[in-house]
C-alpha cells in the first residue's frame, strides 16, 4: 500500500513503524474472511481492511478521530484473527494499538462513554479495589432489574461467588522434591487472582511438584493490557516499566529461567513488551529479556517437563478444546495445550470455527456487549456440536464469558494438568 507521510511525520517513531506496517498490505481483503466483527457486520469498516485505511487516514492527514472513527477502531476486539490470515505478514496487532492510542488522544468521547471508561480502567487492574467492586456487585445484584439493561449486562458478567484462596501467599514456592530444575516467575494477573484463584493455585502446584521453583513478586499486579487496550497509554506504561524493573531486577539478582503467564491474553503483551520500548535508551534490553523469558504455561509445561501423569480413570473425558484468540493469534501457540491434554490420555476435541472469537476480548463484553453476545452465541452453539464432557481453555476472560453461555463446565487448562498430574479435582468438575 503506498503511504504519503512526510519526512516530518515519520520522525515520529510510532508512525514511523506503522507506515512500515502500512507498506507492506496490499488491501487484498482476505483478511476479512476471518474477521469477527466483518462477519456479523458486513460492513467493510467492521474489518481489518477497513479498520486499516481508517488509521492510516487519520495518522497520514493528522485527522482527529470523530464519533464514527472512534466507533470503528473500538469495535475491533483485538483478536488478531487478521493476522493469521494475512499472507502479507502484516503486523495488525501493532497498528491497531497505534490507533487506539491516536483515538484516545484526539477525541472527546461522550461524558457516559468517557466516564465507563474510566471506571473500567481505574477499577480492573488493581486485585484489591477489584474485589470491593466484585462485593458490592454481589449485593446490588438481586435489585438490578432497576438498573439499566447496559449496566445490568456488565453486572451479570461478575461472578455469583468469589471462591476463597487455598494456598498461603508468599513469595517464594519451593520444589517439592530435593533437586530444583527451574526457577520461574508467576504473573498471578489482577482479575483472574480474584475471581479464580484456583488457577494461579494449580499453576504453583503443577511446578513445585515437577521441582520448579515459583517466585511471585507482589508489587506485580497487572500486565498492563487493560489499560493498553483501552488506548490509555500513559496508564499502561506504568504497570509495563514497573513489571520490566521488577522482574528484570529479580532475574539479575536470583536468577530466571522464565516467567509464566497462565492467562493468554496477558502473555501476549508481556511478549509485546520488547516492541513497546523499542526506542526507549533506557529499557529496551531490559523490556526484550522480559518478553523473551515470558511463556505461556502450557508452552512451559509442553517445552520444558516430562509430566508425571496420575490418570488412573477407567473413563476417558471428552474435554473440548478451546483456544482464545490470544493464545492462538496473538502468541501463536497452537499444539502445546492439546498435546498436553492428550498426555494424559483424554480424548481433544476439536471445535469447528475455532479460529473465531468468543466474543471477551479483555473489556469488550463490558462495552460492545451486543456484539459480544453474537459471538458468544455462535461459540457456545460450536462447543456444544461436539458433546464435550467439559471445555478447556488458557484464559480467564473466556472462561467467564462462555460460563455465561452454556452448562459445560469450563475449566483452565492447568487446572485439568494439575488434577491429572496428582493435584485436586478442580471445583468446577466435581460431579465427574
Ligand atoms: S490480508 Fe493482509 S494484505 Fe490483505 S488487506 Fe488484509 S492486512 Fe492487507
Ligand atoms: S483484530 Fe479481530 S476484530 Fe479486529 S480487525 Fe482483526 S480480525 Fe477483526
Not at 481492511?49 to 473500538?74: C, F, S, T, V, W
Not at 496477558?266 to 515470558?294: H, M, P, V
Amino acid at each position: 500500500m503506498q503511504t504519503s507521510f512526510t519526512n516530518q511525520q515519520l520522525e515520529n517513531k510510532d508512525n514511523k513503524s506503522s507506515e512500515t506496517i502500512l507498506r507492506k498490505c496490499v488491501h487484498c481483503g482476505m483478511c476479512n474472511a476471518t474477521c469477527p466483527t466483518y462477519a456479523i457486520s458486513g460492513n467493510e469498516l467492521e474489518g481489518p481492511r477497513g479498520r486499516i485505511y481508517l488509521i492510516k487516514d487519520m495518522l497520514e492527514n493528522k485527522k482527529p478521530a470523530n464519533k464514527k472513527i472512534a466507533q470503528h477502531i473500538d469495535s475491533c476486539l483485538s483478536c488478531y484473527g487478521c493476522m493469521t490470515t494475512c499472507p502479507s505478514g502484516v503486523n495488525y496487532m501493532h497498528l491497531i494499538d497505534h490507533g487506539r492510542n491516536y483515538v484516545e488522544e484526539t477525541y472527546k468521547r461522550p461524558l457516559l462513554d468517557k466516564l465507563f471508561r474510566n471506571i473500567l480502567s481505574y477499577t480492573l487492574p488493581k486485585p484489591k479495589i477489584f474485589l470491593i467492586l466484585a462485593l458490592l456487585t454481589k449485593v446490588i445484584k438481586p435489585v438490578s432489574f432497576i438498573l439499566p439493561q447496559f449496566l445490568r449486562n456488565s453486572i451479570n458478567l461478575m461472578p455469583n461467588k468469589i471462591p476463597s484462596k487455598k494456598i498461603k501467599t508468599q513469595k517464594v514456592y519451593p520444589s517439592e522434591g530435593r533437586k530444583t530444575v527451574a526457577r520461574v516467575a508467576l504473573l498471578t494477573g489482577c482479575v483472574q487472582r480474584v475471581i479464580s484463584p484456583e488457577i494461579n493455585e494449580s499453576t504453583i502446584r503443577l511446578l513445585n511438584r515437577h521441582d520448579v521453583e515459583v517466585v511471585v513478586l507482589p508489587k506485580i499486579e497487572c500486565c498492563g493490557s487493560l489499560n493498553h487496550h483501552l488506548g490509555k497509554k500513559e496508564l499502561a506504561h506504568v504497570s509495563f516499566v514497573k513489571n520490566i524493573e521488577l522482574w528484570h531486577k529479580e532475574y539479575l539478582k536470583n536468577g530466571l529461567d522464565a516467567i509464566i503467564s497462565n492467562t493468554s491474553g496477558c502473555g501476549t503483551t508481556l511478549k509485546d513488551y520488547g516492541f513497546i520500548f523499542r526506542n526507549d535508551k533506557e529499557l529496551k534490553k531490559k523490556a526484550k529479556k522480559i518478553s523473551e523469558l515470558t511463556k505461556d504455561i502450557t508452552e512451559y509445561l509442553d517445552e520444558n517437563l516430562k509430566l508425571k501423569i496420575k490418570n488412573n480413570n477407567d473413563k476417558k473425558y471428552k474435554i473440548a478444546y478451546h483456544s482464545a484468540c490470544s493464545m492462538q493469534h496473538g502468541q501463536k501457540i497452537h499444539e502445546q495445550p492439546k498435546n498436553l491434554i492428550k498426555q494424559t490420555g483424554n480424548i481433544v476435541l476439536e471445535v469447528p470455527e475455532g479460529h473465531m472469537c468468543c466474543g471477551s476480548a479483555g473489556t469488550y463484553n463490558i462495552l460492545h456487549q451486543k456484539m459480544a453476545k453474537s459471538l458468544l452465541k455462535n461459540k457456545v452453539e460450536n462447543i456444544e456440536k461436539v458433546s464435550p464432557d467439559f471445555i478447556s481453555t488458557g484464559n480467564i476472560g473466556c472462561m467467564t464469558q462462555i460460563g455465561g453461555g452454556t452448562k459445560i463446565p469450563i475449566v483452565h487448562t492447568v487446572e485439568v494438568m494439575d488434577w491429572l498430574t496428582g493435584g485436586p479435582k478442580p471445583y468446577k468438575l466435581k460431579n465427574f
